[in-house]
T-cell receptor, first 116, second 114 residues
Framework: GAVVSQHPSRVICKSGTSVKIECRSLDFQATTMFWYRQFPKQSLMLMATSNEGSKATYEQGVEKDKFLINHASLTLSTLTVTSAHPEDSSFYIC????????????FGPGTRLTVL | AQSVTQLDSQVPVFEEAPVELRCNYSSSVSVYLFWYVQYPNQGLQLLLKYLSGSTLVKGINGFEAEFNKSQTSFHLRKPSVHISDTAEYFCAVSDRGGAQKLVFGQGTRLTINP
């Protein structure tokens, strides 16, 4: 089956610093990647949709200048949390979709971000 | 816009008993429905999906779900659960297959007791 990886799996940073999270599709080309955020004991909330070679589409209420998304290739998307604050602490999960003719998103294992 | 409601936040069940996790959705367009499972500190794994055709869908790990359009439901069932089924289960809907945005329910925590 399709495999999606995320790096790092866990990160702890100081308030005010920036953190980059990578999402890679290992055995298929992902035309679209999605970034989700999950607070403890809650569901996944879509943050943005990322298409290769174009700007990401952000959901309402998500600050695009704070959560920078880059989808530079068909196998890699990155999420950078800029000037992180404790309220940004969360579980960030990406998913990848293979484009036309496919119907399933494949999820990465998630990244636990803790901002001190 | 779509929405998904999982009616039970927690479901405790004894091992080898049957289980049903309920999911209802609302949408103004044709939908595609998914069930995902999440183990602690992990991402989501697809259990099964309904895109079209037979309303009874079989998935991995012995799970199945039935799409009921008139009741706008997609309940997940398993006839006999195992300890290893303890996890969080999410129902999700999209309006154009998995290519488009998934809207998730709140999740149901399934706990299997020995």
């Amino acid at each position: 089956g399709a495999v999606v990886s995320q790096h790092p799996s866990r990160v702890i940073c100081k308030s005010g610093t920036s953190v980059k999270i990578e999402c890679r599709s290992l055995d298929f080309q992902a035309t679209t990647m999605f970034w989700y955020r999950q607070f403890p004991k809650q569901s996944l909330m879509l943050m943005a949709t990322s298409n290769e070679g174009s700007k990401a589409t952000y959901e309402q209420g998500v600050e695009k200048d704070k959560f920078l998304i880059n989808h530079a290739s068909l196998t890699l998307s990155t999420l950078t949390v800029t000037s992180a604050h404790p309220e940004d602490s969360s579980f960030y999960i990406c998913s990848a979709h293979g484009g036309l003719g496919t119907d399933t998103q494949y999820f990465g294992p998630g990244t636990r971000l803790t901002v001190l | 816009a779509q929405s998904v409601t999982q009616l039970d936040s927690q479901v405790p069940v004894f091992e080898e008993a049957p289980v049903e996790l309920r999911c209802n959705y609302s949408s103004s367009v044709s939908v595609y429905l998914f069930w995902y499972v999440q183990y602690p500190n992990q991402g989501l794994q697809l259990l099964l999906k309904y895109l079209s055709g037979s309303t009874l869908v079989k998935g991995i790990n012995g799970f199945e779900a039935e799409f009921n359009k008139s009741q706008t439901s997609f309940h997940l069932r398993k006839p006999s659960v195992h300890i290893s089924d303890t996890a969080e289960y999410f129902c999700a809907v999209s309006d154009r297959g998995g290519a488009q945005k998934l809207v998730f329910g709140q999740g149901t925590r399934l706990t299997i007791n020995p």
